[in-house]
T-cell receptor
Framework: GEDVEQSLFLSVREGDSSVINCTYT??????LYWYKQEPGAGLQLLTY?????DMKQDQRLTVLLNKKDKHLSLRIADTQTGDSAIYFC?????????FGQGTELSVKP | ETGVTQTPRHLVMGMTNKKSLKCEQH?????MYWYKQSAKKPLELMFV???????ENNSVPSRFSPECPNSSHLFLHLHTLQPEDSALYLC?????????????FGPGTRLLVL
């Protein structure tokens, strides 16, 4: 079955760019998602990319997909303290969303 | 506000108690989901309902019993739980449960089993 992996922690300074990485194993995954979870809250959909795209940009967010390497990344430009949260990568496979463990992003002033 | 609400937000229960979690979606969706989020583990899909029919049961113990009386409401009935069932339980909905659909999540119920 699908396996989705992320690094657990990332720390950046306010104003820098953050890059959160994700790898997945099943090349037939159709959609790939990024969700954000703030403390005590549920998951908020940030953006998604269809598997036939290489890149998608939405304001400060840029998603890059390398289908050959099964690698997905989320770049947050001009990272703010309000961006501190856990970011989950998820792959849509066989009608299910398979989630990674989440990357905890810490933004230092 | 995602259009998916969950109650209660926090719940503490003993192992012999019976309680229910409630989820309601105001998005006109036909598919609803229960997920379990434990510390330092990926989200685990528990159940999927589409048009009030259960279409997925991901090997969940019988002490968790879902109920979907209509497409807007989803319940998770809990009985004789174990301490390891303590987790954040998240509800989500999507249009029809098909491939590529975006799932919208509620805020979750934080459950502690003593």
């Amino acid at each position: 079955g699908e396996d989705v992996e992320q690094s657990l922690f990332l720390s950046v300074r306010e104003g820098d760019s953050s890059v959160i990485n994700c790898t997945y194993t099943d090349s037939s995954s159709t959609y790939l998602y990024w969700y954000k979870q703030e403390p005590g809250a549920g998951l908020q959909l940030l953006t998604y990319i269809f598997s036939n795209m290489d890149m998608k940009q939405d304001q400060r967010l840029t998603v890059l997909l390398n289908k050959k390497d099964k690698h997905l990344s989320l770049r947050i430009a001009d990272t703010q303290t309000g961006d501190s949260a856990i970011y989950f990568c998820a792959a849509h496979q066989g009608g299910k969303l398979i989630f990674g463990q989440g990357t905890e992003l810490s933004v230092k002033p | 506000e995602t259009g998916v609400t969950q109650t209660p937000r926090h719940l503490v229960m003993g192992m012999t108690n019976k309680k229910s979690l409630k989820c309601e979606q105001h998005l006109g969706h036909n598919a609803m989901y229960w997920y379990k989020q434990s510390a330092k583990k990926p989200l685990e899909l528990m159940f999927v309902y589409s048009l009030e029919e259960r279409v997925e049961n991901n090997s969940v113990p019988s002490r968790f019993s879902p109920e979907c009386p209509n497409s807007s409401h989803l319940f998770l009935h809990l009985h004789t739980l174990q301490p390891e069932d303590s987790a954040l339980y998240l509800c989500a909905s999507s249009q029809d449960g098909g491939a590529g659909e975006t799932q919208y999540f509620g805020p979750g119920t934080r459950l502690l089993v003593l």
